[in-house]
């Protein structure tokens, strides 16, 4: 008889938690404003991860996925995350980053349950102890496969094929300073379980999608992959365009330049724009600032002018923000 109480009783506690599982609201993983394509599959892939965990999730994007992301998504088969910008009252996972003006502008309202991210820390803080998962790979897609290693839960096969464009976009095909042997083992396993055979093939009509700009403004091509930092009380913007051959945009560079000056009037310091060409591994940096010779000092130049082109620098978060931080931090004028 008392087997049969205790029976029932797990019984009861199983059917319970189901109950509670299932009306639950579910954990919302959500990437960076502007998402990229890091920033879209991997809410999808963490989302995935937690769910098949038994912890519902839903992942979400603060906009519309750009140009190369759509092809990622078409090539594996997957939908674009539902857009929302509130997360107020809600349990967040935050994934590609971690600075308070990349995340949703009510982010303070909402509890934070996760972190998950391949950048500097950005400021954040909890009220509650979180799970963190921050590491310097090239791409936080990278991180959320070691996740699925770790629980031991396999990866579905498209979203292993998101999860290897998100690291073919943040490593520029592996080529990247920020590419860690981490990030090609793990591409060479999501290849696998994705079914592709060439990933060098695969990542050129990738790269190819990005640079398929023709039509679309000046003004949206330098919000679609904008960052915004706070450097020592200064607001800075750094957007990137990364592109097969600069000769796409050569006739372009005052409407970009124009951009950003209405851009940088909604409470900038500065605005800068990489003109990143794949090819030359090297970026053409234009700049718009209250105060270039931070920027200038930034870089070790003399003189940028509107422009500098800084050959083998490709990468924002190694070769672009720490160097400003350190610019803005020593210099004492607000």
């Not at 998504?73 to 995350?81: G, Q, R, S, T, Y």
């Not at 959320?144 to 839960?153: E, F, V």
């Given at each position: ?22 009306t ?21 892939a ?51 980053h ?56 396999p ?17 520029l ?9 981490e ?10 379980i ?49 592109l ?30 990489m ?40 990468s ?19």
């Amino acid at each position: 008889m008392k087997r049969h109480i205790e029976y029932l009783i797990s019984v009861i506690v199983v059917l319970a938690s189901s109950v509670i599982c299932a009306t639950a609201q579910p954990i919302l993983v959500i990437g960076h404003k502007n998402p990229d394509a890091d920033s879209i599959l991997s809410a999808i892939a963490l989302a995935n991860l937690k769910t098949q965990q038994g912890i519902p999730a839903l992942p979400l994007a603060q906009g519309t996925p750009n140009q190369e992301t759509e092809f990622v998504l078409n090539a594996c088969k997957l939908d674009a995350p539902s857009i929302q910008t509130s997360v107020a009252g809600q349990r967040v996972i935050l994934v590609d980053h971690s600075d308070y003006l990349q995340a949703p502008a009510d982010i303070s309202k909402a509890a934070v349950v996760g972190l998950v991210d391949h950048h500097k820390l950005g400021g954040l803080t909890t009220d509650e102890p979180i799970e963190v998962w921050v590491f310097p790979t090239g791409c936080t897609s990278t991180i959320i496969a070691r996740m699925y290693t770790s629980a031991g839960i396999p990866i579905p096969r498209e979203i292993a094929c998101g999860m290897l464009g998100a690291i073919i976009s943040d490593t520029l095909l592996l080529s990247s300073p920020t590419t860690t042997q981490e990030d090609r083992d793990a591409s060479a396993k999501l290849a696998q379980i994705a079914g592709v055979e060439d990933i060098q093939a695969f990542g050129q009509k990738q790269l190819q999608a990005k640079s398929s700009i023709e039509g679309i403004s000046a003004t949206n091509l330098l919000k679609q992959d904008l960052k915004t930092f706070d450097m020592h009380g200064r607001k800075v913007g750094v957007a990137q365009l990364e592109l097969m051959d600069l000769s796409i945009v050569a006739a372009r560079k005052d409407e970009f330049l124009s951009a950003m000056k209405i851009l940088k009037d909604e409470g900038y310091h500065s605005i800068l724009l990489m003109l990143t060409d794949i090819g030359k591994q090297g970026t053409d940096l234009l700049v718009v600032s209250d105060n270039v010779r931070i920027i200038e000092s930034a870089f070790g130049l003399k003189e940028i002018g509107q422009s500098v082109w800084l050959p083998g620098v490709v990468s924002r978060k190694k070769q672009v923000v720490p160097g400003l931080l350190k610019a803005f931090e020593g210099d004492g004028a607000q």
